[in-house]
């Protein structure tokens, strides 16, 4: 035990390891307390229990909101929603990304390269969250298209950094010795190209994650993604807007949660980038 | 060189707008016949781009204005939004990274990663809503809602999306500016620089300086870009009459025509920022490559 904990503290002590234990730590809770408080907690996220607008208190920590139900509960219910949501929009293009970015950068057919490269490199020319409010009127508005249009664009920025680095990796010696050992292309392309890109697209993913949470709850803020009875973050905030002279508490509780999500995450990227470095 | 350059960053740039209208024109030929878009998507495709080539970008389905009009009356706003946040944000970013980067302690270092990594990581309507929250509702400030489009009196409405906008590219930039500066200074040109006593001023500005701008003017022109998504939100939230809420209106009046000219104004400026900023970062450094 004694022996595991020096260990312990010595990784902390390592470039970066303080960020990532923090952020690591501040995530689990949030994670944690999403879990607890929907499921074991005394009250439902859409159940109306009291005076709209009661403040804070011990009996409610973050208030009741218009509708009386308790903005606590239906902060931390929004967790599984939010973190849900934004992980299926980084892991789905973060697999389709990678694919065709190995496969263009192996590939040799000049045409299909000019074309994919010019659709990745316009897909990329708008910012995401453009793209995605532009895609929506045609999808209609929802969580589930929310997903959809993440899968179909945001591969687009993987592709990119999975071309380059497949090009790069391609040329390593280590590829020329596996070819010279007779392996098959496609021992070669799943046991030595896919791994050395996929770490670069995953260290991608981890920072675009915070990005997609932000999009994910700025069109829920717009109203484009979840729908009012829904507690998400971005949605709250927009409900409480309105109230936001009187009863601060609409806002500032679901923004906080925001906050600290995402937060925790730029401490994890920031420390695994450091470390990288070794600074 | 340059204009090779300019041609193959234009043109990806512009089939991307219109194949999204081809697949946007494809929804409405399913939902609304009653708008004459039937035809193949090859069809639809060409009339898409002659019209685009005649200047037509087609009328409003909710107001009958077209499409152009909106733009032209929406769109310099959010670019004064922009603009001035950019300004100031360059103003502020300068003395900020540069006086850490050179200063190298680390409590400092620490502190001003710390602060920016939190600022990035916030979403830019809760910045917005306690800055509301803190200069409106506690100090009265800044009127809530509502716009006024009279030179002297904008500037009531303007300043506080200006600063949710300028904080926020502030963390940004003074972080580019920070870690180039810090590349910066292991360089061998600037031992040398000191070594020749050249004078603190010229030091400062050639030696650290100009070298260390050109990753943050690329930068710039990209946030540039997406200071467009945010101004989205941020218009939404001021109710100022820009053309990121004009766009959020049209979508959530699936106002086809509305939305897909406003990406493609967003499509073009985009590409033209990143031209213009690969081209400076050029100029101030020419060991960058285009």
């Not at chain 1, 508005?141 to 680095?165: D, P, Q």
């Not at chain 1, 509780?253 to 937060?263: D, K, N, Q, R, T």
């Not at chain 2, 972080?175 to 006593?197: A, H, L």
């Not at chain 2, 030696?207 to 990753?215: D, F, H, T, V």
Request: hydrophobic share 50%; proline share 5%.
């Amino acid at each position: 035990m004694k022996a595991k904990f020096a260990k312990f503290k010595e990784w902390l002590l390592l470039p970066g390891g303080f960020g990532i234990f923090t952020g690591l730590l501040m995530l689990g809770t949030m994670i944690l307390l999403g879990i607890i408080i929907p499921n074991f907690g005394p009250y439902k996220p859409d159940e109306f229990i009291g005076d709209p607008f009661l403040p804070p208190s011990w009996q409610h920590p973050f208030g009741l909101d218009q509708l009386g139900r308790d903005v606590m509960t239906r902060t931390f219910s929004s967790v599984g929603i939010d973190l849900g949501v934004a992980f299926l929009g980084v892991s789905i293009p973060l697999a389709i990304g990678t694919v065709i970015g190995i496969l263009l950068g192996l590939a040799k057919n000049k045409y299909v390269l000019s074309l994919a490269g010019s659709l990745i490199d316009g897909i990329n020319a708008f910012p995401l969250l453009i793209i995605a409010v532009a895609m929506l009127t045609f999808l209609g508005s929802g969580l589930r298209s929310v997903v959809v249009i993440l899968a179909i664009t945001n591969w687009a920025r993987y592709a990119r950094i999975s071309r380059t680095r497949a090009v790069v990796v391609s040329k390593q010696n280590y590829i020329e010795a596996a070819k010279t050992l007779g392996f098959s292309r496609r021992r070669i392309v799943l046991k030595h190209i896919a791994p050395n890109v996929s770490s670069e697209t995953v260290a991608y993913a981890l920072s675009d994650f915070i990005l997609v949470i932000v999009v994910v709850s700025g069109l829920s803020f717009l109203g484009l993604a979840a729908k009012p009875p829904m507690a998400e973050w971005g949605s709250m905030i927009a409900d409480g807007r309105a109230y936001l002279a009187q009863s601060w508490w609409l806002v500032i509780f679901p923004g906080l949660a925001l906050c600290w999500s995402a937060v925790s995450l730029s401490f994890v990227v920031e420390g695994i980038s450091r470390r990288d470095r070794g600074i | 060189m340059v204009i090779s350059f300019a041609i193959m960053r234009i043109i990806p740039g512009d089939p991307a707008s219109a194949r999204l209208g081809g697949v946007e024109e494809e929804a409405i030929a399913e939902l609304r016949k009653q708008l004459n878009l039937d035809g193949s998507i090859v069809q639809q495709f060409s009339r898409y781009v002659i019209d685009l080539l005649h200047g037509n970008l087609g009328t409003s389905l909710q107001t009958g204005r077209t499409v152009i009009d909106i733009i032209g009356s929406t769109l310099p706003l959010t670019i004064y939004l922009i603009l001035f946040s950019t300004f100031f944000a360059v103003i502020l970013s300068i003395p900020i990274g540069t006086s850490i980067a050179w200063s190298g302690k680390a409590p400092i270092v620490y502190t001003f990663r710390g602060i920016t990594a939190v600022i990035l990581a916030t979403p830019n309507f809760f910045i917005a809503m306690v800055g509301i929250l803190i200069f409106t509702v506690r100090v009265n400030w800044s009127p809530v809602f509502g716009y006024e489009p009279e030179f002297p009196q904008n500037l009531k409405y303007l300043w506080l999306p200006v600063v949710v906008n300028t904080l926020i590219m502030t963390s940004v930039v003074s972080r580019v500016i920070f870690s180039s500066v810090v590349e910066t200074k292991e360089e061998e040109f600037v031992e040398t620089g000191i070594i020749r006593g050249v004078g603190r001023r010229r030091f400062f500005w050639f030696y650290i300086l100009k070298p260390s701008m050109a990753p943050t003017v690329v930068l710039l022109s990209y946030m540039m870009g997406t200071m467009l998504g945010a101004t989205v939100i941020l218009e939404t939230i001021f109710t100022l009459p820009g053309i990121g809420r004009e766009m959020v209106n049209a979508v959530l009046t699936s106002d086809y025509p509305v939305v897909q000219g406003i990406l493609l104004i967003f499509g073009v400026i985009t590409v033209f920022l990143s031209f213009i900023g690969d081209v400076i970062a050029y100029l101030l450094d020419r060991r960058v490559k285009i």
